[in-house]
């Protein structure tokens, strides 16, 4: 018995530390001048908010929104003449890997909420109804939202 207790405590322990650390990323985040901009994104809470500026870093080091899509490896490999097969290019994953499952748990969150009258939603709800297998509809709606990601934070930045 008293190990189950320890452990229950150690869990709650655990979990009162990771909820303080949230709560001084999210602090420390609201500071940008990005953060209002970020948290009125569709599917973005106080955590992805944290997560998304992280990674991302300042949104003004991007000459343009493809190079943002390039940063998080969500973007075709580089087309190598003569060794191509239309049917089995992937994305290049040469970008950061949390930004990646940060932006898959976004799309999660907006599938799971299907709100209309988002566009991501509508995009990602078109690439479904016209068959593409699950990762290629998530990827390309998490390619649309860093496209309007990239433009609503260069507009609030100036």
């Known amino acids: 018995m008293k190990t189950v207790e320890l452990s229950a405590t150690l869990i709650n322990s655990t979990l009162e530390t990771l909820a303080a650390i949230?709560?001084?990323?999210?602090?420390?985040a609201s500071t940008l001048p990005e953060y209002k901009t970020v948290m009125s994104?569709?599917?973005?809470?106080?955590?992805?908010?944290s997560q998304l500026i992280a990674e991302i870093d300042d949104v003004r080091r991007f000459e343009h929104s493809k190079s943002?899509?390039?940063?998080?490896?969500?973007?075709?490999?580089?087309?190598?003449?003569?060794?191509v097969d239309v049917k089995s290019r992937s994305i290049s994953k040469r970008g950061s890997?949390?930004?990646r499952k940060t932006?898959?748990?976004i799309m999660l969150?907006?599938?799971?909420?299907k709100p209309i009258n988002e566009p991501v939603y509508q995009f990602?709800?078109?690439k479904r109804s016209e068959g593409k297998p699950y990762r290629v509809y998530m990827i390309a709606a998490s390619?649309?939202?860093?496209?309007?990601?990239?433009?609503?934070?260069?507009?609030?930045?100036?």
């Open 103 to 105: 932006l898959f748990q």
């Open 22 to 28: 949230r709560v001084k990323m999210d602090k420390l």
């Open 68 to 83: 943002l899509v390039a940063m998080a490896g969500i973007d075709p490999p580089p087309n190598q003449s003569g060794q």
């Open 143 to 158: 390619h649309k939202f860093l496209r309007i990601y990239y433009a609503r934070v260069m507009e609030a930045l100036g």
């Open 124 to 126: 990602l709800d078109r």
């Open 97 to 99: 890997p949390l930004l």
């Open 41 to 49: 994104l569709y599917g973005v809470g106080r955590v992805m908010c």
């Open 109 to 113: 969150v907006i599938l799971q909420n």
